[in-house]
């Protein structure tokens, strides 16, 4: 689980080690790295709201 | 590496030297409100980060080209992929454009925050002018260009304030909140004053505010800035901004102008004075299509000297000019002039340039008409 968090978010940052992403890619679960990443884009999207929320007020 | 010193050397005395090209009319102006300051600094912090970007990349970039080239027997390094390298150079631009987006954001709250205002003024923007109202002071009136259009023709020397000048400037007091209501009556218009680093489209049918406060009295000049037809070079902008006591007196004086103008739409009018005043309206509002001896511009724009039509039907003269066309140029008067100039212009257009109806149109009827 903690791999696959990982794994999303080096892609939110868009580097990601070739040894990693072979792994991922051999021995991953698909329907996981779909799932965390729209929980953590979610997540983000809320993170981004608070920030501006509390900026502006 | 002294090479790269050198090039470094170089590239901060052209900095130096670009400082002067700024002053000198190429750059923004700093203009002459807080918040036009502000977003100057701003442009100018976000410029200096681009410029230190720019040299750093290029150099560097210049600098292996040069140091490494491939006659001094230089050796391409093969490898692939390096993370720590590949973070480094994700992460800086992430926490540069953060950075950047700081102040940016501090400032662009502060442009959208009209509240607190101590003045409202609505800008209307029309087809080719501004409508400048002062709300809930009873003063309105139209800012029409007034380049002479021999001059625009070339056929007259060019003024100093070419294009730049109107009949009617804008007055705002200086150190007061004023907050701006835009929109238009017709297509999409903007609203610009470089010294005020006010920008604002006008949205037919749509209100979007701005504001400013102006720290020195002075004469401001801007212009429509989203192409709105064929006159859109000509519906320039002037703010004449004024100490409080100077606008105070002003306002009143306008305030009295107005209660004085809607006495007079109850008194009977001579044929004179409709005449010369018709003249004047003709001059600023409906001379720029219908041309100044009335011959219009056929096929969008009609004669109107000896149009048979309209001085046939008086009646449908007075719609026209009250409503518009739709589906034409000819926008509709209603809101633009008051029932005095509308009388006066309907009966110089029918008294003009060869028409001779002899009908001298009552300011008063019109008024009744506009009730309907």
Redesign the interface.
Known sequence: MWGVIKSVLAAFLGVQKEQQRREDFEKGNPMAFILVGIIMALLFVGLIALVATWAAG | MRTLLVWLAGGLSLVGSSQAALASGWNMPVGVTDLSREIYNLHMVIFWICVVIGVAVFGVMFYSLIRHRHSKGAKAANF??N?TV??IW??VPLLILVGMAIPA?ATL?KIYDPSDAELDVMVTGQQWRWRYEYLGEDVAFNSNMSTPRAQIRGDEERGENYLLEVDEPLVLPINRKVRFLFTSDDVIHAWWVPDFAVKQDTIPGFISENWVRINEPGIYRGQCAELCGVDHAYMPIVVHAMEEDDFETWLVERQEMAAEEALGVDREWEMDELMERGEGVYGSICASCHQVEGQGSPPAFPALAGNEQMLADIDWHKDTIINGVSGTAMPSFRTTLNPVELAAVITYTRNAWGNDTGDAVQPAEIAERLER
């Open positions: 692939h992929e993370t590949e973070v994700t992460a954001t709250q």
